[in-house]
Each structure stands twice: as C-alpha cells, then as structure tokens.
C-alpha cells in the first residue's frame, strides 16, 4: 500500500492534500469536518487584522453547460476577531496533532507587526506559516497581498522579519500577477522562506451581465477586479510551479495550488516537483468530500506505476520540460485516422483546412448529389431505409501524411477517442535540436 | 381563433415531446459537433442549418438562430413538432455511431421558434425583391402553400390564400395528433405568414368556375389541395352511425367538437394516421382500441416510432384481418365482423365505433380544368402522394422560387 505522508519543508502531513487558504477554511468547524473528511492539512483563511467584506463577492466562468470552470472572488483576508481564529487553531491542533495547520498571515508591512502575528500563531499551535504576497485584490490596495509580492525587496524583507522570530516553517505564497514568477520565489528563498505555495488568484473580470452592463459579481451596480481561481488556470498554475522548479536560484520546496480537482491534477503538480498541493476552488464546488477521490485516486494510481512513495515520482516529470531550442526537430508524427471508429463529423477536415495546414481531404467516396431533392423517407414509397450505423466512405477524411505536419490538431477537435492517434514516422533522421542547428 | 384550446382537450393530450426549457436546451445545444456538411441538415427536405441554428441556440443569440431555421423553412414552429425527426435529420445525426442519443434537434428547433415567437420582434429581414410584383393565388392554406406564399410575399409579391374550411393551416390545423401539434400553435404560425403580408380568405371554396377566373386576376397560381376525401371500406354499413374517417375523427377532437370517444373502437389501417386516430380515441376515454390490418407487422406504413408509441397508449394490433361488414343495431355500430385473410376464420369485434383509416384519394379535379394561359403550379401532398409537412414546405418553397424566378426576376 503506497505511503502518502509528506514532510513538507519541515510540516509533517498524513497526506498533501491540504486546504488552501481561503473559504473552507474559514474557521475550526470547517477544518476540523475537513480533516475527517480526509484532508492531511488546512492553510486556514488569512489572519490579520479584521476587515469588512463587500456582498456579493464570487463570480464564474462556465464553459457549454459546465459550471465554474473559473472562479473568481473579492473576498478579503478573515473578517472574524483573529483571537477567535487563534483559538479555534489551538482547539484544532489540540485535537487534530497529527494534521497540519498552517497560519496564513498578512499585516501591514511593519515589522512589529508581522512579528506579534508569528509570535501569536505559533503560540496558538500552527505548524507553519504562509506569508500571504498573493491576493490580487482589496488588500493590494492598502499596500498588502500582491503589493508585496510584486517586488522582490518587499518579499524579501517581510520574509526576513519573519525568519528572525519564527520557530516553525515560513512559507510564501507567491502572485502570479507578473511577469516572470522566478524573480518572487527567488525573493523569497534570499529572505529564508522554507518554501513557496504557489499561485495564488489571478487578476480577472469574470464577464458582463449583457442585460443590465453591470460586471460580476455586481455590488450595488459596480464590480472591482476579483482573483481567479479553479480549474481553467490550472494550465497556469503548472507553467509557474515548472518556472521555480527549473531555476537554480528559485528553486524550493512548492506547495502546488490553482484548480487542483481531482487525483490526476494532483499527480501533475507533483511531477513537477510540488511537495503538497492545496485545494480551494473544488471543494467549494463539491464539499470536503472530493478529498476521497484525491487520496483514493492518486494511491491506486501510484499501486499501478509501483510508487512507493510521493518521493518516487515528485518532479519527475520536470526534466522533460526543455527550452524549445532543446526540442528535436527532426521527431515527427503524423495522424491517422482509424475509419473504423470514424462517425463523420468532419470537424478534423474544417479544423486542418481553417486553422492548421490544409493536409485533410474528403475525396475517399462520391458525394451526395447536392442538387437532389430530399423527401421524408415513406417506407411504402421509399424501401427501406439507409442503414446509419455505418458511416459512409464519402464522409471519412483522407490525411495527406507526406504534407501532415503532426501538429495535432485534428486529434484535439475529433470528439471520438483513440480515433485520430498521432504516430511516429521514423524518418532515419538523428536528433538535431535549433541549438545544435545554430553551431 | 384561441377558443380553439379547449382544456378538456389540452389535459388529455399533452406535448408528446414537451418543451425544453433554457437550462436543458443549453446542454442539449451543446452537445452537438457542429459536423461539416452536416448529415441532418443534408437530410431535412428543407435544409435547414441545423449546426449552424444550435451553434447560436447555444450562445443565447435567439433571434440569429430563429432565422437561421425560418430561412430554411418559414413553417419551422410546425415542423419541430410534427416532422418524424427519427427517419430526417436526427436519424441521420453521426452520435449514432457513438453509441449516444442523436442531438435532440427537434425539441431545439421547438425552443428556438418559440422564444422567437414570444419575443414580440417577429419581423424577418427584407429580400431582395423582384423587377415586378407579381399576383400569385394559392389555393389551399396548408403548409405547402403557407411556405408558397411566405416566401413570394417575402419577395415583395402580392399572394392571396384561399381555404374552404374556416380555419387556415390545413392539416397543420385539423389533422396532426394535439400531441404533436395543437391548433393554437397551427394558428400561431399561419398569423407569421400573414405578418409577412400574405392575405388569407378563409371560407372560399375554389370551384371549376372561379377558378376559370384567375387566369384574369392571377400572373400565377399554386395548388396545395392535399390529397382528397379518405377512401371509404366498400363494405355494408358504412352509413351506421359511429363509422367516422381518422381525419373528420382528428379534426373534430382538434377543434374541441368531440370530447369523447366510446369504449370500444376499431381503427381500420395501419398507416400514420390510423396510429394518430387510434391513440386519440384512447385518450377519448376507450378503453378498448383496436388496429385492424391485412398484411402483418413488416408491411405497416406507419413508422417505426409510431407503432411503438401506439403499443405505449394501450393500442392493441389485429394483423392479416380485413373488414367484412359493420354490424349495427338500431342504425348505430355494434361490431365489426372480420376475415383472417391467412386460415379464412371469420370473427367479430363488438365495438361502438369504427374509423376507416386506409388513406386519401387523390383529389385533382382544379388541375384538370386549368386554362391555357394561366401559370399553374403544384405541391404538397397533391403531388407527392401524402408525405409529411416539411415535405409539404419544400414543395411550396421551391414552388415560390421558381415562380419569382420565371416571372418576378426578369422583365415581363
């Protein structure tokens, strides 16, 4: 049975699953029904001094009838009284010992202040700190959240403060609102952070409300840039955790976060190099229970890889991520399209000849006469009619493999699977990449 | 025209297929490919483009879907109710060799129409219209000459509808199952076409003589008759009372002048309307209705998904029986006695009402009085032996085109 435990930069965890910061993870009682639900560890809901929320405050992007593939939210840091917070922390850790909790934190930056913060989450029992330089929105504004986390100095001095009182593990929690995330978790490494999560929401306006103009979430008529979060930026989320894991001075220990739901994004943002991963967006959409699958899923998949343990696999998947210029580029593919599981649809031929290469053909059988009159088929007037279960040969694409350039197009679009496969030509041609071209 | 919903009727007959609502024809539209060249548009005998009409369903451009279907087909409300979409455009949907359901493009036309419809903007986009206006008759208002007419008129021509009956829509009106299409949804549709600036004149039977005359008023005409009076059985007793033809039968349902049938009846036939006929009178409160036919299963014209849903509404089946003689008693039906056309054994099936239902004559006696000089054209049933509505509105449009092309486009 494989093992699931982690010691995340010094925070021991039954499993890296953990709540993100954020609402799940709002008070005791949440967390507490989180950890028996399954989860190896919470980053409760930000700690500093309390503010006042605005209503509404969520808004989501749904793609063709699915719902929130994208979240994005203008709630601020825990409006609740931080001894309250602190409280409840200790009750947790008191009955939870084995369970991580980690206090996220954000104050204004004064080193007073972010010092009796650490000072009171540790004395409340948290088992690690995670520095909040990521919320992208209200807080920016009064010179917090991404504030800080969009200059490096800031990052770094806030992190060094930390670092001279702080007995348990500091973790930054890095904005991926700019332009290049190695410069901040490089940052924060010079300033001793034990680790980075990362990322945290990005700047979005979810979209307009075309009856009434208004932006979502709408507060009273106006709306305000909100941090978006959820499956659709889970692309995003694994290009920057690849970033810090490839870079020599920004390299650290990752806690991977942006729409992780399920088991398989979890093992993504392991292989590539993730300690943990934390979890926000999905269990406000389905509840604490998701951890189920997290945890059962990812254990079946490790019983069939034969990993024993995270520490097999995490980052192996981040060598095989190169520059371009190491890429090989005399590697080809080309599509086939199996015609026995073809059903006809033809988006492969519209997608190669509208926007990609032009390689796909229907010249395989006779069309239609287009000109013939169609009539409701009348058996009694008709015979029997045409058999629909096969498709025709006229509707079965031809690809050109001599102009096929493999790009994959026809494979994404085509909706039945394993019925474009994109197969390897072997051309005799030894591995010549763009650098070794330039030489 | 709304006092034809009658709610005795309404609850007895409720949408065969009801509508979608917003939510479910968002997912549905979804699901489509948007196939190249797409099979069911290839398949709708109007053509209809069906991706491109779901592709903007999906995105809430309801008003850019309508006029995609109403394009195509200006009677597409209709037709999302009554076409046999199982043997046209989603029989032919590639999800079938998926192993999933076909889109349910019917039910999405269905949607599309009727925001159109409720949206109070039904105004359809000008054409370009001919180098002369043209007046054009049609005779008959079902949906061969409805889709006629709107399609000349919307062309700038001038086009009058006659109808003998006193509501315009043809069979649209009195003679699909209420499941399928109740009259109010018919009338709906014919108030579009005269929106478009087509006159109708309901109550106007065209004879022999007045037809004579058009060839001074008309520059064309357009004869969508529909098939004639249904055949009689040629057997003794048809003149008891309680024998009723599956037309008057629906018609007099539809128009809220039968709200009953008694317990037991017979339907002779087994073509679509026999199963219309046959499935109305269950729902007339029979308790006992039987299909009778001479061949068996194999030969019925009835399709598929019809004799499946005749079984579903309690409909029992007689196959190799043909009708011999209706009994009566004091001038009203008893029975109906029978013949297995296989073994020879005559039998009885006591009933109070019999419904021949053995299909139309052909009704041509206007085409054979035609003038000379007169431009005269046809479609629909009339010439295509009984098909479906959208058959009838294919005729029709391609009719209107031709028309407009011969004699509107160019300089007389």
């Given amino acids: ?439 | 025209m709304a006092d034809l919903a009658n709610p005795e009727i309404a609850r007895r007959f409720p949408d065969l297929h009801p509508a979608f609502a917003h939510q479910e024809a968002a997912v549905e539209a979804n699901r489509c490919l948007y196939c190249f060249d797409a099979p069911c548009t290839v398949a709708c005998p109007t053509h209809i483009d069906v991706p491109r009409f779901i592709r903007k369903l999906a995105s809430e451009n309801f008003r850019g879907s309508a006029l995609t279907i109403l394009d195509a087909n200006l009677l597409g409300a209709s037709c999302s109710r009554v076409c046999p979409v199982e043997v046209l455009c989603e029989g032919a949907c590639v999800m079938h060799r998926y192993n999933r359901a076909p889109i349910e493009i019917g039910r999405l036309q269905r949607f599309a129409l009727d925001v159109f419809h409720a949206s109070g903007d039904t105004e359809l986009p000008s054409l370009p219209s001919g180098a002369r206006q043209l007046r054009v008759a049609c005779v008959g208002s079902g949906p061969a000459s409805l889709s006629c007419a709107g399609e000349l008129a919307r062309r700038g021509h001038k086009v009058t509808v006659f109808e003998a009956r006193p509501l315009a829509g043809g069979l649209n009106t009195y003679g699909v199952a209420e499941y399928k299409l109740n009259a109010e949804a018919a009338l709906r549709e014919v108030e579009f076409i005269q929106s478009l600036g087509v006159e109708i004149r309901c109550n106007e039977e065209i004879d022999s003589a007045r037809f004579t005359q058009f060839a001074a008023e008309y520059d064309a005409v357009f004869l969508g008759l529909g098939l004639g009076k249904m055949e009689q059985l040629g057997i003794p007793g048809e003149d008891l009372h309680g024998v009723v033809d599956a037309l008057r039968f629906i018609a007099e349902y539809k128009t809220g002048e039968r709200l009953s049938a008694p317990g037991r009846v017979v339907v002779v036939g087994a073509g679509n309307t026999a199963v219309d006929a046959a499935s109305a009178a269950r729902r007339l409160g029979a308790n006992d209705v039987s299909m009778l036919y001479r061949r068996t299963v194999a030969e019925m014209s009835a399709f598929e998904f019809e004799y499946e849903h005749a079984k579903h509404e309690g409909v029992e089946f007689r196959w190799l029986a043909k009708p011999l003689r209706i009994a009566g008693q004091a001038g009203r039906v008893t029975g109906l006695e029978c013949v297995r056309v296989d073994t020879g054994d005559e039998f009885t099936i006591p009933c109070e009402m019999v419904i021949p239902a053995i299909g139309q004559s052909r009704g041509r006696a206007l085409l054979e009085s035609a003038q000379g000089s007169l431009k005269i054209f046809a479609g629909g049933d009339l010439t295509n032996g009984g098909r479906e509505v959208v058959d009838a509105v294919a005729d029709g449009k391609r009719a209107a085109l031709a028309i407009h092309a011969q004699f509107g486009e160019t300089h007389a």
């Fill in chain 1, 1 to 439: 049975m494989p093992d699931l435990s982690v010691n995340f930069a010094g925070i021991k965890s039954p499993n890296p699953f953990w709540l993100a910061s954020g609402p799940p993870a709002n008070c005791g009682e949440q967390v507490m029904r989180a950890f028996d639900a399954g989860w190896g560890g919470a980053v409760w809901k930000t700690l500093g001094e309390p503010i006042i929320n605005v209503c509404s405050r969520y808004s989501s992007v749904d793609l063709n009838g699915q719902r929130m593939m994208g979240l994005n939210n203008i709630e601020l840091i825990s409006d609740r009284p931080l001894a309250v917070n602190l409280r409840e922390i200790a009750e947790v850790k008191r009955r939870y010992p084995k369970h991580a909790v980690i206090a996220s934190l954000m104050v204004e930056s004064k080193r007073e202040s972010w010092q009796e913060i650490v000072k009171q989450s540790e004395d409340a029992g948290a088992d690690g700190l995670e520095l909040n330089f990521g919320c992208p929105h209200g807080m920016s504004e009064r010179g917090m959240g991404s504030a800080v986390g969009q200059v490096p100095e800031y990052t770094q001095m806030i992190t060094e403060w930390v670092r001279e009182i702080a007995r348990t593990p500091v973790l930054v929690k890095l904005t991926p609102n700019i332009s290049d995330i190695r410069v901040a978790a490089r940052a924060a490494r010079r300033g001793g952070a034990h680790g980075v999560s990362a990322i945290n929401t990005i700047n979005s306006i979810t979209g307009i409300d075309l009856d009434t103009l208004r932006p979502r979430p709408d507060v009273g008529g106006l709306s305000s840039h909100g941090g978006y979060c959820g499956p659709a930026v889970k692309p995003i989320a694994l290009n920057m955790v690849q970033q810090i894991g490839a870079d020599a001075d920004a390299r650290q220990p990752v806690s991977g976060i942006g729409g992780v739901s399920s088991w398989r994004d979890a093992a993504e943002f392991i292989l590539l190099g993730c300690g943990t991963v934390q979890v926000c967006t999905a269990a406000m959409h389905y509840g604490f229970r998701i951890v189920e699958d997290l945890a059962d899923g990812l254990d079946n998949w490790m019983r069939e890889k034969g990993f024993a343990t995270l520490e097999d696999f995490r980052g192996l998947s981040l060598p095989k991520v190169v520059e371009w210029k190491n890429l090989d580029l005399n590697f080809k593919v080309v599509a086939r399209i199996h015609e026995d599981k073809c059903i006809g649809c033809d988006l492969c031929y519209t997608a190669c000849r509208d926007g990609a290469h032009q390689c796909i053909h229907l010249d395989r059988g006779k069309r239609p006469d287009a000109s013939r009159i169609t009539t409701t088929p009348i058996p009694k007037l008709d015979g029997p009619m045409a058999d629909n279960r096969v498709t025709p040969l006229h509707r079965i694409p031809r690809v050109d493999e001599a102009e096929c350039v493999g790009c994959n197009l026809c494979a994404l679009v085509c909706p039945v699977e394993n019925c474009i496969t994109m197969d390897r030509v072997e051309n005799g041609l030894a591995f010549q990449s763009w650098e070794q071209r330039n030489i």
